[in-house]
């Protein structure tokens, strides 16, 4: 494993839920040993990218990710497209809306919105979403290029909730269905008792920039229903895509 490689596995270690993390359990949960480990801290370290906490003297991440964050920001403005993109989606649909973007192995939420009546699906913006279990990640994969897809799949698989698909044939055969109808429809794959369908958008790279999902409890999801949002999610993608590129997606 490359250093680099050594340096991400330790920051992906961090989530919301651990937030702070010491110097033993983060080198056993990044499988590396201890020295190994201090010693990418120590480099994350000098550029910001962690820092130790004054108090228990666990290690966080630092201020670093913030000036890479902002001149991504300005760079290509997907956030705030993203965010305006799920507002309008979410008034329309009247449902949980979310947009996300690739990470290595799962895909990451970048804008959502939940409607204001109740029995919504919340969403936890920090929570990874797998690329085998949820329509976000189906949807991608199913866009993705060969080369990206092989990497994807090649990723360990873990049952989440009651159809979650952990065989590759089974994988494939979805993400084959997922590429012909156009969009991903999931049900009961990440979560029980959720449903959600998704659509992938593009700027000028081969695989897709994310996807948008709209998210639904189990019983709301009919086919007429699904059916009647279906158009909507098809012009939020035309929507962030003319937001990014000021043109009409072709």
């Not at 998210?215 to 012009?235: K, N, Q």
């Amino acid at each position: 494993m490359k250093t680099v490689d050594k340096a991400m596995t330790v920051l992906d270690q961090f989530t919301v839920d651990r937030t702070e993390i010491g110097l033993s359990e983060l080198a056993r949960l990044a499988g590396l040993d201890k020295a190994a480990t201090r010693r990418l801290l120590v480099a994350l370290a000098a550029h910001g990218f962690v820092e130790q906490s004054g108090e228990s003297r666990k290690y966080r991440l630092g201020h670093g990710f913030l000036r890479l964050a902002r001149i991504r920001e300005a760079t290509v403005p997907l956030t705030r497209a993203a965010h305006e993109v799920a507002c309008w989606l979410m008034n329309i649909v009247d449902e949980t809306v979310h947009i996300s973007v690739p990470l290595h192995d799962s895909m990451a939420t970048i804008a959502h919105q939940l409607p204001t009546r109740g029995n919504v699906i919340n969403i936890i913006p920090a929570q990874a979403l797998p690329y085998h279990a949820t329509a976000a990640g189906i949807s991608y994969l199913a866009s993705a290029t060969p080369e990206t897809r092989q990497r994807i799949l090649s990723i360990k698989r873990v049952r989440n909730a009651a159809n979650t698909l952990t065989s590759r044939t089974e994988l494939l055969q979805k993400t084959e269905q997922t590429r012909l109808d156009g969009y991903a429809f999931c049900r009961n794959t990440f979560e029980n008792g959720v449903a959600s369908i998704a659509m992938a958008f593009f700027l000028d790279m081969p695989d897709p920039v994310g996807t948008i999902s709209i998210a639904l409890p189990d019983e709301r999801l009919t086919d007429a229903r699904r059916d009647e949002m279906l158009p909507v999610l098809g012009s939020a993608v035309s929507r962030i895509h003319q937001s990014l590129t000021g043109l009409a997606p072709g």
